[in-house]
């Protein structure tokens, strides 16, 4: 198949039967979005709530254009602010919230485990604009540190010294370190998890990825292409990490190819997944694609395919998760399954207001459905398979 007709920048939606279907779990509060669904089929439960950027997508004006226009701002013209308040009505943005622009009432700490990953940077601009509806501004908090006694460690001091500050509450990026400690520290302020493992649904709310789905795109788009040897680098360093790599196999197995899924120990750092790479590609059977926890991962896979000496895509396909820069950058044209991290924190930064503003009840968990970019190290199907060379004896 030709690069020209796989490789693209256009995101796939999730096909009907990959991964897991919208559903609603009771007894936890768990919602799976599905993003084709329109502005008529959005309901106000709270939890299917529109989030600023979805009134202003709806409209084609900016977030910024659209918050001012809802705020009453002078210099917006009574047409275009009636019809952004009518947008905001049909798609339950939370209007009960919005704050006077002069009125600033805090500060919301975003907690990270590294400032390395790109992906951050999508989801904490996408609070920013969320949370300027209310009048709060978000600030970026590593909280790893490395002590003699553990290899890794929350900094739980950074944290309590946040709450002294009297930050309105927390927002976790993936998974921290040590969560117990890091709850504790938090002394009981509002707490919302952006892409983390299920295992904490239910003792706060997260809004996470719907890695079952994501998964199952991959491995439904390199099967497509004819790809049936096809590894993961992941599993390996948070329990998203494994999550991911479950999902994998999941999805292997629903192609019949359970057997013939291999999952090769990786992190999500460049290092590890360039050493993982290179034990893939050098052992006596060699996958013709390889799926990677994140694009950070993938860049490290690429490296070692050049090293290798493979092609790709030619000789092997490579793609990643979290759609970063890193991902559509010139250099590595990567495909990656695109996890909508706009709506991850807009409406993670809404939860977290409502929490703030005194809203009760049980932990929600909300799994926003991903998408899939194609690039062009996807574009090819598999190798050619090579015929070894027959033992000749010498009598």
């Not at 360093?237 to 120990?265: C, Y």
């Not at 999500?268 to 034990?279: D, K, L, P, Y």
């Not at 013709?288 to 926890?293: L, S």
């Not at 977290?352 to 926003?368: I, K, M, T």
Request: with cysteine; glycine share 10%; charged share 25%.
């Amino acid at each position: 198949m030709s690069s020209d007709a796989t490789s693209s920048d256009e995101p796939i939606d999730p096909a009907p039967g990959a991964g897991t279907p919208p559903t609603e779990d009771g007894a936890t509060g768990q919602v799976v979005e599905n993003l084709e669904a329109t502005a008529d089929e959005m309901h106000g439960d709270g939890q299917d709530r529109g989030t600023l950027r979805d009134v202003a997508n709806s409209l084609g004006i900016s977030s910024a254009v659209a918050l001012r226009a809802l705020r009453g701002a002078d210099e917006i013209k009574p047409q275009m602010a009636q019809r952004v308040r009518e947008a905001a009505e049909r798609l339950h943005f939370p209007l009960e919230e919005l704050s006077a622009e002069t009125e600033h009432r805090g500060v919301v700490a975003v907690l990270v485990n590294t400032m390395r990953n790109t992906w951050i940077s999508d989801l904490v601009r996408s609070i920013r604009i969320e949370l300027a509806a209310t009048g709060r501004t978000a600030v970026v908090v590593p909280t790893r540190r490395r002590i003699p006694e553990y290899p890794v460690a929350a900094d739980t001091d950074a944290i309590e010294d946040l709450v002294h500050l009297g930050v309105d509450g927390f927002l976790m990026v993936s998974d921290l370190a040590d969560m117990d400690s890091v709850l504790e520290a938090v002394g009981g302020r509002p707490f919302v998890g952006i892409g983390c493992s299920q295992s904490f649904t239910g003792r706060f709310d997260t809004v996470r990825i719907d890695d079952e789905v994501g998964q199952g795109l991959l491995v439904d788009h390199l099967v497509g292409l004819g790809h049936r040897e096809i590894a993961h680098v992941g599993g390996v360093g948070a329990a998203v990490a494994r999550e991911r790599a479950d999902a994998f196999r999941k999805a292997m197995e629903r192609h019949g190819l359970g057997e013939s899924a291999r999952i090769e120990p990786g992190d999500f750092t460049e290092q590890v997944g360039q050493t993982a790479g290179s034990m893939l590609l050098r052992g006596s059977r060699v996958p013709t694609a390889v799926t990677c926890a994140n694009d950070v991962t993938a860049v490290g896979v690429l490296s070692a395919a050049r090293d290798a000496g493979y092609d790709v895509p030619a000789e092997l396909a490579v793609a990643g998760y979290g759609n970063t820069s890193l991902a559509s950058s010139g250099v590595s044209q990567l495909t990656s399954v695109d996890p909508n991290s706009d709506r991850l924190g807009a409406l993670a930064a809404q939860h977290l207001v409502e929490r703030v503003s005194g809203h009760e009840g049980p932990a929600r968990d909300v799994a926003v459905a991903p998408s899939i970019v194609v690039r062009r190290t996807t574009s090819a199907g598999p190798r050619p398979e090579t015929t070894a060379r027959k033992r000749i004896s010498v009598d």
